[in-house]
């Protein structure tokens, strides 16, 4: 497991094929198979080099993650992955909330300039940055009050987490071929994703170098 923000993780659960399945894969139609790396690693780069997709789809992993329902809703935009979330219609959600560090703040606000996306309406100073990030723990602490009281007076459970923001940390389990893994590293850890899904990114192509090495060290060529 290993952690990611203030409070998320990105737990490994399984993997299945390899960088050799890839090849037996692309080498059904010769009844080849996988022959040894000095020879085999030539067709490998052809088959991602020039977008033979397919035999990639012969891999995977699934993972568990802890993160922001901010980052979640940027992650289910990628349909080809499989999703099961943790729901507060039946159980409660855990009193734990996203804080960016005043780093963060700052940076992100100094970065804004080149990425449209996160352009800031006025210049920040790091007094009113740290202002808000007060504000932001007034809103999250005031947030948990109306959540816990409409639990306890018996508000159903899918009404009484309507005050619970974006920020809150969910849990889920994600499964995905190694194709689309890829497709969601390139995307995601692009610099004009936003810093909080691209570090969950950058923890996903460690655990692809680890299991499928000889395919990760193409992508990140």
Same mark, same amino acid.
């Given at each position: 497991?290993?952690?990611?923000?203030?409070?998320?993780?990105?737990?490994?659960?399984?993997?299945?094929?390899?960088?050799?399945?890839?090849?037996?894969?692309?080498?059904?139609?010769?009844?080849?198979?996988? *022959?040894?790396?000095?020879?085999?690693?030539?067709? #490998?780069?052809?088959?991602?080099?020039?977008?033979?997709?397919?035999?990639f789809e012969?891999?995977?992993? *699934?993972?568990?993650?802890?993160?922001?329902?901010?980052?979640?809703?940027?992650?289910?935009?990628?349909?080809?992955?499989?999703?099961?979330?943790?729901?507060?219609?039946?159980?409660?959600?855990?009193?734990?909330?996203?804080?960016?560090?005043? %780093?963060? *703040?700052?940076?992100?606000?100094?970065?804004?300039?080149?990425?449209?996306?996160?352009?800031?309406?006025?210049?920040?100073?790091?007094?009113?940055?740290?202002? $808000?990030?007060?504000?932001? !723990?007034? *809103?999250?602490?005031?947030?948990?009050?109306v959540y %816990?009281?409409?639990?306890?007076?018996?508000?159903?459970? %899918? #009404?009484?987490?309507?005050?619970?923001?974006v920020g809150?940390?969910?849990?889920?389990?994600?499964?995905?071929?190694?194709?689309? $893994?890829?497709?969601?590293?390139?995307?995601? !850890?692009?610099?004009?994703?936003? $810093?909080?899904?691209?570090?969950?990114?950058?923890?996903?192509?460690?655990?692809?170098?680890?299991?499928?090495?000889?395919?990760?060290? #193409?992508?990140?060529?």
């Amino acid at each position: 497991m290993t952690k990611v923000l203030d409070k998320g993780y990105i737990e490994f659960i399984e993997s299945w094929g390899s960088d050799e399945r890839i090849i037996e894969a692309a080498r059904m139609s010769t009844n080849k198979g996988f *022959v040894n790396w000095d020879e085999d690693v030539k067709l #490998l780069a052809y088959l991602y080099n020039h977008k033979h997709m397919t035999p990639f789809e012969m891999a995977g992993m *699934v993972l568990e993650v802890k993160a922001p329902i901010m980052v979640f809703r940027e992650w289910h935009r990628h349909r080809t992955m499989s999703y099961n979330e943790m729901s507060a219609r039946y159980v409660p959600l855990p009193d734990e909330d996203y804080v960016p560090t005043l %780093e963060r *703040v700052m940076t992100g606000a100094n970065t804004a300039t080149t990425n449209k996306q996160a352009q800031s309406l006025a210049e920040l100073n790091e007094q009113d940055a740290m202002d $808000w990030l007060y504000m932001l !723990q007034d *809103v999250y602490n005031h947030c948990q009050i109306v959540y %816990e009281y409409g639990l306890k007076v018996g508000i159903p459970k %899918e #009404l009484a987490r309507l005050p619970i923001t974006v920020g809150r940390y969910s849990r889920m389990r994600v499964s995905c071929n190694l194709r689309n $893994w890829l497709a969601f590293l390139t995307l995601r !850890q692009d610099q004009a994703a936003q $810093w909080e899904i691209r570090v969950y990114a950058d923890e996903i192509c460690k655990l692809i170098a680890e299991h499928f090495p000889k395919t990760e060290e #193409l992508f990140s060529k």
